[in-house]
DNA sequence: AATGAATGAGGGTTCATTCAT
DNA sequence: CATGAATGAACCCTCATTCAT
């Protein structure tokens, strides 16, 4: 029994999908403000009833996509194993890293979504928006506190220092959206961690 | 035809400053779609019309303070001089970024506007804020380049990178305005810089 | 063709009944425009298409349930038989007044819905709730005239009496459905009939 | 200055009557519920955001009605007064009903608002509504009581008999509402006493 | 006969904008 | 110039009803 789910429930699981695509669509491009129910449903071919027979609010789609995505992008992120006989920090940093790049960019409304996350005035999504990216910068100000313990790298304000390299991520996100000959994911990363372990100087 | 005003536009001019301070706020506070007329008359004292005789319309006073402010910061930003005889590329550089993160700091609705100002309705005032942001890093890639031509810098990606130090400064600027107890302009800067051009590794 | 219903024809008499009472009950709680039909097959335990099986909408069954409690009322009602030999008109009246009385405090969703029925959307059912209560009025009216031609009564308007009569009536039955600790029908009905036949007068 | 009102504020209030008189027509007609903002602006010929200019919200108008109302009333009803040299008391009942009669069948829509109270699912507006006659019930009540006091009425059961002759007041309102031919409320209440003091024996 | 997913008209409310004063 | 009452399109959401299964 492979699969648990009767031909009905599969309908209806689809059709949350698709409502959930045609929303996430539509914030991206105008904001939680700026979605309307009418725009999201039109997006997703339904009628306005339809909507509200899957997810109970604007409010709760948009706290649905976030949820899913944060979930998702946890899975990707984990504490550096600093025990002997894990691989090199760097190389498990490397693979989170591309890992999580690698599933926004492949999700622009998403990516979209997590950029510009500003301003809802549904100050719950905010909050849990910006509980995420908090939990990332925590996750980076303690891999640059281990690492700093075990000798691998200078001393630093840890705190200071993994927002920027935060910061930097989203700038190079950002640019792999909006820029249509962007490098991979594999050089960008590349690109990035000598960035921050050697800096540019000659 | 001096530059002295006759008093009649200067209290036009006054009134105008005085809607855009208190729109300014509004919109720091509640975003965009979320900043009413409504507010922003009560906030600046004046009636529902005169809004109108100083603005066209909503998204007017938006790229109004927008356009001002990136006129402000324009002005803290140029090319690196590179001529002999001119302050060390190193010194320049701080220069600028001191002085820029300052402004943005010391105007907290300001700063909130341009970390956040992601979803406005009208896709021209969007545009002007990605050309700004744009123009920036490009600001940021010339000198990449020019310190890789000097032989100062690494050979190194230069639109990605100025990408990535682009994000480092929004990171940076949003921990600042976020947090309470943050450190100064200074002590940012100089971390910065020191992950910029060294890294973090020992 | 004997009375007696084939075992189908029965089941589904009781389905009809089980949506009754719950739409009953639910009209009752919260009016008829209060009632959804979510509420009725919520508390009715059956489907949604299944309720339209049964009645053909929302007014349907309420015209269903006002209909029936109507007809079950006008078995209680009838003319004062001034025959000879039949028993004293007080007599009749009061037992009447009583079985009328114990049938509706007796069903308390019923009483409010008869009590506040005022506005349905269709007019019909509003005319058809007035119609009831002037047969009422009449019933009593009518009462009235032959008390005062069987020298009984002492003179007076019939029709204002009357409507007056049912006024009471209904009032003593909203004090009845409203207070917890309200006496019971055969001490209401003794104290209105002493009003209305001696007044409160010493 | 017998008006203090300047010319804008006496239409404000104009206006503000032309709504009200629309709204308490609308609610007369269909009840709370069934009244839409839309039949109200129609019918007071006035944009949607107008009424808004005007009243909070649906409910806010129904308030102000009801609160008008129910002052009104009140400053038609007081305690009879017993004290020597006062009127007789069946004189002061009289002229109270009277009034208060007179004010309610002149305001016919108000009538069938009153009469109609029944089901409002604003839970507010059914208590206040509910407040105001159990209000005019227990003076009715202490008049009773008062008049058993003084000899002048025989025992009965205040409360049971105050619930009857509110009862009475709303079956004879009813009455001059719905019926063409209705009597002059003089006749009306003339009939009342007669049948509250002597009751309909011979 | 029974189901419940789908529908869309209509509900109350907000708010950017206009214009007569 | 300044005002603020008036406007109506657009908002989010509910719910009686239908119909394919």
């Known amino acids: 029994m492979v699969s648990t789910l009767d031909p009905g429930e599969r309908a209806k699981q689809e059709r949350r999908r698709q409502i959930l695509d045609a929303a996430k669509a ?12 009418n725009a999201i ?23 649905s996509i976030l949820d899913q995505a944060m979930a998702e992008l946890r899975t990707k992120l984990r504490r550096i194993d600093v025990a002997p006989g894990a691989p090199a ?18 999700d622009r409304a998403l990516a979209m979504l997590l950029m510009s996350a500003g301003h809802t005035p549904d100050a719950e999504a905010t909050e849990r928006l910006d ?3 908090t939990e990332v910068r925590d996750l980076i100000q303690r891999a640059l506190e281990t690492g700093m313990e075990i000798g691998l790298l200078r001393p630093c304000k840890p705190q200071l220092v993994a927002a920027a390299m935060l910061g930097m991520i989203r700038g190079v996100i950002e640019l792999m959206i909006h ?15 000598l960035v921050v372990f050697r800096g540019v100087l000659k």
């Open 26 to 37: 539509v914030f991206a491009d105008a904001g939680y403000h700026g979605a309307s129910i």
């Open 41 to 63: 449903i039109e997006r997703a071919q339904i009628a306005r009833g339809t909507f509200y027979l899957y997810f109970s609010s604007k409010a709760a789609v948009f706290d």
């Open 89 to 106: 920090p760097q190389v498990q940093l490397r693979e989170q890293v591309v890992a999580t790049l690698e599933y926004i960019v492949s």
């Open 131 to 133: 509980l995420f990216f």
């Open 179 to 193: 820029q249509t000959d962007a490098p991979t994911v594999d050089e960008v990363v590349s690109e990035m961690m």
